[in-house]
C-alpha cells in the first residue's frame, strides 16, 4: 500500500523540537524525506538521533535571509526534489517585551513579529522562488495560532504575537490566491495550547490548565500535544490537498467555540 507522502521531500523550519520534530517523524513514518531546521545545537543533536537516516538536520536561524535557502537547496541536492515546506519557527516573545498594549515595548513588539512573521515570510519567500524556478507546484503549510482571531485576555495576553499570527492569516491568503494560477497552494495550521517547549509557562500554570479544561473541552478537556497536529499537516502536505488553498484549519480542542470559565 502506498504511504500518503511516499517520494515527497519536505522541509521544515523549526522541526527539532515541539510541533515540528512531531511532524517531521510523522512525515517520515508516512514516506516523506524531510530537512528538519532547528536554530538550538542541542535540540539539533537530539533531533538527528530521533530521526535517523530519512531525514537531514541542520543548524540555522529562521530569521537569516539564506536559512530556508540553505535548506531547500540541500534537500534538492540530497534527495532529488523539492515538495513541500512546513514552517512552525515563531515562539512566544513575553521575554522579550511583549504584553498587553499598555506594557508593549517598541523593542517587544519587533522583535516578537521578527521571530514569527518575518521569519515566516523568509521562508515562505524562499519556498515560491525555488517552485517557480523548478515549475512544479507544491505546498506550504504555515503554522499560526487560534490568538490570531480568538484571543483570550485573561491567560494570553501577548498582543504583538497575536497581531504576528493575525498577520499570518492575510499573508497566507494573499500569496496563496496570488500563486494559485502556479498550481502552489499555501494554508495555514491554527492550534490552541499545546504542550511545547514554548507553552511551559501555561502547562506548569494550575489556574490555566483549569481553564484550559473549559477552554479546550475535547478529549477530557487537557492541554493539546504535539501529535494532535500532525494528521492535518501531512493531510496538507500530501496530495489529498491538492485543491485546497488559502485556508486556515484549528486543532484547537474546541477553544474557538468555548467560552473557557476561569476563577476571578
Known amino acids: 500500500m502506498q504511504q500518503l507522502l511516499e517520494a515527497k ?8 523540537t515541539g510541533l515540528g520534530l512531531s511532524a517531521a517523524k510523522a512525515f517520515i513514518a ?7 531546521v532547528g536554530r538550538n545545537m542541542e535540540s539539533v543533536a537530539t533531533a538527528k538521533e530521533i530521526l535517523g537516516d530519512h531525514a537531514t538536520v541542520l543548524s ?41 498594549l499598555h506594557e508593549l515595548s517598541l523593542e517587544g513588539w519587533n522583535n516578537t513579529l521578527e521571530l514569527n512573521l518575518t521569519s515566516l515570510m523568509l521562508s515562505n519567500q524562499a519556498a515560491v522562488k525555488k517552485m517557480l524556478a523548478l515549475n512544479t507546484g507544491g505546498t506550504i503549510l504555515n503554522m499560526g495560532s487560534v490568538l490570531g482571531y480568538s484571543p483570550s485576555p485573561h ?25 494559485a494560477k502556479n498550481n ?8 490552541a495550547l499545546v ?20 477552554k479546550q473541552p475535547l478529549d477530557g478537556g487537557r492541554i493539546g500535544a504535539p501529535e494532535d497536529l500532525d494528521g492535518l499537516a501531512t493531510y496538507f502536505m500530501s496530495d489529498l490537498s491538492k485543491f485546497t488553498t488559502g485556508q486556515v484549519v484549528a486543532v484547537d480542542g474546541g477553544w474557538d467555540v468555548s467560552e473557557g470559565q476561569y476563577s476571578v
Open 9 to 16: 521531500k519536505i522541509v521544515i523550519i523549526g522541526g527539532t
Open 30 to 36: 508516512s514516506g516523506a524525506k524531510v530537512i528538519a
Open 60 to 100: 540555522g536561524d529562521a530569521m537569516q535571509p539564506d536559512t530556508a535557502v540553505k535548506a531547500i537547496d540541500t534537500c534538492i541536492e540530497l534527495f532529488g526534489g523539492f515538495d513541500g515546506l512546513y514552517h512552525v519557527a515563531g515562539g512566544s516573545g513575553r521575554k522579550m517585551g511583549d504584553g498587553p
Open 155 to 179: 491567560f494570553f495576553s501577548t498582543h504583538a504575537y497575536a497581531a504576528a499570527k493575525a498577520a499570518i492569516i492575510g499573508f497566507t491568503k494573499s500569496i496563496a490566491a496570488y500563486y
Open 184 to 191: 502552489i497552494r499555501i494554508n495555514v495550521i491554527a492550534p
Open 195 to 214: 504542550e511545547t517547549p514554548m507553552a511551559q509557562r501555561a502547562a506548569k500554570d494550575d489556574a490555566i490548565l483549569s481553564f484550559i479544561k473549559t
